[in-house]
């Protein structure tokens, strides 16, 4: 079996996703050490101990996750779930690597690069705050009839209702997209011309500007629209090492 080390690891998935660039929530990189040696990585979106629990089942050297353990606005106490999964990962000696933007916005692999493949949609622009959105079409050139239609390949795509707000004037052309919570780029979606804009989840008043803009807005689910993204990269570079590797989703509606 083909090994690498922890710090070769993070030294590829930092050369691949770039992390210095981003502003972010939370530390990108090598969220808690385990082992020096690793042959085997988890992805999964969150770092959660569900996800922990099957990372051991599986017998991982090193987790790799969208959504880590530490972010602004926590107390700092390792009490409660904060201990629980700590403890786990210690217990296993297994390494956490976790990306939050700079794992949304990896063009080829990220979470909204491959929610757009996913889609069948090509991203030709990006906007709104860092450049996370990307803004495109649908990869055949073609367009949705309609809200209900665009709503339906979603669905038909990440196997999961959603939920759709505001009818699109004409033919949908111009879609506008970033994975999970972005609800808050619906205005530069707009802005920069989209007729429909695809993201996690919704908030009140963006059901509001959807109606009152013609502009039509899908909540596919935080998680649905960020599985993608953390088994590209950790496949591309435990391939990098020929280290085995797997995705493991642990289902959440929300
Ligand atoms: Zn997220």
């Known amino acids: ?5 922890r710090p070769d690891l993070l030294q590829a998935f930092d050369a691949l996703l770039e992390p210095a660039r981003f502003k972010d929530y939370g530390p990108n990189g090598l969220q808690v050490e385990g082992k020096r040696q690793v042959h085997r990585i988890v992805s999964g979106v969150t770092a959660s101990r569900a ?15 969208h959504h880590g353990l530490f972010w602004r606005g926590q107390d700092g106490c390792v009490t409660g779930w904060m201990k629980q999964r700590l403890a786990l ?11 939050h933007l ?4 990896h063009p080829e692999l990220g979470n909204n690069a491959q929610l757009g493949l996913q889609l069948g949609l090509t991203a030709g622009a990006r906007f709104g705050e860092q450049n996370l959105g990307f803004l495109g079409g649908r990869s055949d050139g073609g367009s949705f009839a309609s809200t209900c239609a665009l709503a339906e ?29 972005a609800q808050g780029y619906f205005e530069a979606a707009i802005a920069a011309g989209a007729d429909a804009f695809i993201t996690g989840e919704i908030s009140e ?26 088994p590209a990269v950790a496949a591309h570079v435990a391939a990098q090492f020929g280290l ?11």
């Open 89 to 99: 990962l210690l217990a296993h000696d297994i390494n956490l690597f976790a990306y």
């Open 51 to 65: 996800l922990i629990e099957a990372a051991i089942d599986a017998q991982a050297d090193a987790v790799f996750v």
């Open 1 to 5: 079996m083909n090994t690498t080390t």
């Open 153 to 181: 390949h979603i669905e038909s795509r990440l196997k999961r209702p959603v939920v759709q707000v505001g009818q699109a004037q004409a033919a949908i052309k111009n879609i506008a997209w970033c994975s999970g919570g």
């Open 244 to 254: 085995q590797h797997q995705f493991i989703d642990i289902d959440n509606p929300a």
């Open 102 to 105: 700079p794992l949304d916005a």
């Open 205 to 230: 008043p963006q059901a509001h500007y959807a109606r009152e803009m013609g502009v039509a807005f899908i909540a596919c689910g935080h998680h649905a629209s960020e599985r993608y993204g953390a």
